[in-house]
């Protein structure tokens, strides 16, 4: 079995936080101090939390703007030609009073408009402002919207709608907030085309037992009951209703169900989103008064208890050496190591972490040794594949059918434990759950890793971008992706580029949430042609606006821990050349672009050296003109190949191992 070893780049990455948002409600407010609104429309006292995507596919979340002076919302509808006229108008609105820190968007709630056709029409149009997607219509709804080119005033302050009306009337209302004073009322009629809103007030007809059970033993219960990871339990139609206003709101900012890929690009396998009919049916209802319905209570009628091993009983458990984690303090990694007690080899099918102490874990990397090192410590050099992983939200690995990986007899297998102390002692011992195949599968499943330790986030740069790729050097199935970084990411997407230059975007995370880590498991394995890159980018958001950020103030580089940063993306993949019977040296096949594709920033297949960045860098750029033999100022895939060779400490081609853990390797 030629499985390669993981190097040290490959093992750096991290997991979770909670994030939410704090409201001024006490601050003075225009509306109170007799503003007044137009008084043909019914617009909401108070605007509730929301994110949205827009229709570039970046989210954007309401509240994070409580910092602004003022946000405007002005709805839009393709082919409309009041919003169209009123282009100008608005372009030249956000540039005078942006540059004041005053926050705009469009909102289209129209159930016609596709994303593809937002974007023609923005750019027909001549719109710059982000487009967001209200593509279940309950932001529109909340709002009370009725027409295009309908523009709403909002005071972060107290999130109260202090204006409402047509565009004109924006310019005097951000004036007269700014100024404390009352906001003229428009008396001017709205002429936008209608939006329809056909399932407005539709929560009168939805019941608890009929209607919002059914969803809910469907897609929340198997993480909200007794033993499971969600906070509360749904044992009853009480327990529900109370937690309504908060089932509501993490909805609406799409913080549940956890699972952060865009239903607008590629489809996949566990997709554990709602559906926008269910996604419906739960804010309508709940806004309804969450009724309960005639007949016997579905949730009450069930006991609903996790299971100790979601897979069943496991074929192997490894239980991982017991660590006290300290009350506070930062935590070196541990690195314990175990024999391994299997004297015949097996092959890995799936694999379930069961963290022993939840908040403290915050990941679990394994890896087999041909021997046990005589310190009893881990040394991830020495690894030859996994036998499992965990990061916060990560949940069981199961392979394909027919594709596994191999755990050999003997040897010993370590460990790389995350812990992170969160205000009292505890001791972990985690166990790990192995299933093995009654007989061996034909194909190999192979791991590959996007990886940039060169980053650099200046302190309080709001949308901070990255990128990075791997090169393909033979045909290869593509079936998941595990992206990761820390506190400070924003969002991500992967794009497969072919020979041909075509790039077609496989994933798209549109807030990236460091919570919950997951692979996302294409529904049909895609197909990755020799010479292709996988290129994954990453957004950051090193300012004050991010919830989770513990300083804005800093530059941030690359590191383990979770105040420092990572770009990492795993790749689960099969080479078609490639069996169990007949094993390649896939981490050779990797070895010579891995360097050009951590630090090729403008994509052109070559470095220059000002993008030689970072510590890595720093040492390439030493030996820049030597190692550019063409002299042409920039190096090439064979020149920086050659100098891998020439990095202190690095062995050739260890960028990372081509049999990687099946889940990400860091953590928090």
């Known amino acids: 079995m030629s499985n390669a070893r993981f190097g040290v ?50 989210a954007h979340e309401l509240y994070r703007l409580s910092d602004a002076p003022a946000v405007v919302i002005v709805t839009q509808a393709n082919g409309d030609a009041a919003i169209r006229a009123a282009a100008p ?64 005033v909002i005071n972060p302050k107290t999130w109260q709608v202090v204006y409402r009306g ?22 001017a009629a709205l002429t936008g085309m209608p939006i329809a809103f056909p399932e407005r007030g539709a929560g009168a007809k939805l019941t608890y037992v009929k209607d919002v059970a059914p969803i809910l033993e469907a897609k929340c219960v198997a993480c909200h009951q007794e033993g499971g990871i969600g906070p509360f339990a749904m044992t009853n139609y009480e327990m529900v209703k109370g937690f309504s206003p908060m089932i509501r709101e993490v ?44 007949g016997t209570d579905p ?102 059918s027919n594709v596994g990986s191999y755990l050999p007899p003997g040897g010993a297998i370590g460990f790389q434990m995350h812990y992170t102390p969160y205000g009292k002692e505890a001791v972990d011992n985690s166990k790990i759950g192995v299933y093995f195949y009654d007989k061996p599968p034909e194909l190999m499943m192979r791991s590959v890793v996007v990886i940039d330790p060169t980053i650099t986030i200046a302190a309080n740069s709001g949308r901070h971008k990255e990128v990075a790729y791997v090169e393909f050097p033979n045909d290869a199935l593509l079936y998941s992706a595990f992206p990761h970084a820390h506190y400070r990411a924003y969002a991500n997407d992967l794009w497969l580029q072919t020979p041909d230059g075509k790039k077609t975007l496989l994933l798209s995370m549109p807030r990236y949430d460091f919570n919950w880590q997951r692979a996302y498991t294409f ?6 042609p020799a010479g292709s890159r996988i290129i994954a980018n990453y957004v950051y958001d090193n300012s004050k606006r991010n ?22 993306t795993q790749l689960s993949f099969r080479w078609l050349d490639e069996t169990a019977a007949k094993q390649v040296d896939s981490d050779a096949r990797f070895a010579p672009t891995r360097l050009m594709g951590m630090m ?43 100098a891998q060779a020439l990095l202190p400490g690095r062995r050739r081609g260890s960028a990372e191992a081509s049999n990687a853990p099946a889940r990400p390797s860091g953590g928090r």
């Open 9 to 58: 780049l490959a093992l750096l990455a991290s997991t979770a936080l909670l994030s939410s948002c704090a409201t001024d409600t006490t601050a003075p407010n225009a509306l109170a101090q007799g503003s007044a609104i137009n008084a043909s429309a019914s617009a909401p006292a108070n605007v509730d939390n929301f994110m949205l995507v827009d229709a570039g596919l970046e």
């Open 89 to 152: 108008a608005l372009k030249a609105l956000a540039a005078s009073y942006g540059a004041k820190g005053v926050e705009f968007r469009l909102l289209n709630s129209s159930l016609k408009d596709r994303r593809e056709a937002i974007l023609a029409e923005a750019d027909k149009v001549g719109f710059d402002l982000p487009i967001l997607m209200d593509v279940n219509q309950l932001v529109g709804e909340g709002l009370g919207v009725t027409r295009s080119a309908e523009a709403f």
């Open 166 to 187: 047509p565009v004109a009337g924006v310019g005097p209302a951000l004036d007269a907030l700014a100024a404390g004073q009352p906001i003229p009322a428009s008396t």
């Open 251 to 294: 909805i609406r900012t799409d913080r549940m169900p956890p699972y952060n890929a865009d239903p607008h690009v590629g489809k996949f396998s566990d997709d554990k989103n709602l559906s926008p009919a269910e996604i419906k049916t739960l804010v309508h209802w709940i806004e309804a008064g969450a009724p309960r319905g005639e």
């Open 299 to 400: 949730l009450g009628a069930v006991k609903h208890v996790a299971a100790e091993w979601p897979l069943g009983k496991p074929d192997m458990v490894i239980d991982i050496p017991a660590f006290k984690v300290p009350a506070s303090g930062i935590v070196d990694y541990q690195r314990p190591a175990i024999a391994n007690t299997l004297t015949e080899g097996k092959w890995i099918r799936a694999t379930t972490v069961k963290p022993g102490d939840r908040q403290s874990v915050h990941h679990v990397l394994t890896g087999w040794m041909s021997e046990m090192p005589a310190n009893g410590q881990s040394s991830e050099t020495r690894w030859k594949g996994s036998v499992g992983g965990y990061a916060v939200g990560a949940e069981s690995n199961i392979y394909a």
């Open 523 to 528: 529904e049909t394995p895609i197909k990755i």
């Open 547 to 568: 919830p989770a950020n513990p300083d804005p103030t800093i530059k941030v580089t690359w590191g383990e821990q979770s105040h420092e940063e990572m770009l990492f």
């Open 600 to 642: 090729d920033d403008n994509l052109d297949g070559k470095l220059q050296k000002a993008e030689a960045k970072g510590q890595l860098g720093s040492m390439i750029a030493t030996y820049f003109d030597r190692i550019d033999t063409s002299k042409d100022g920039a190096l090439d895939k064979a020149e920086l190949a050659a």
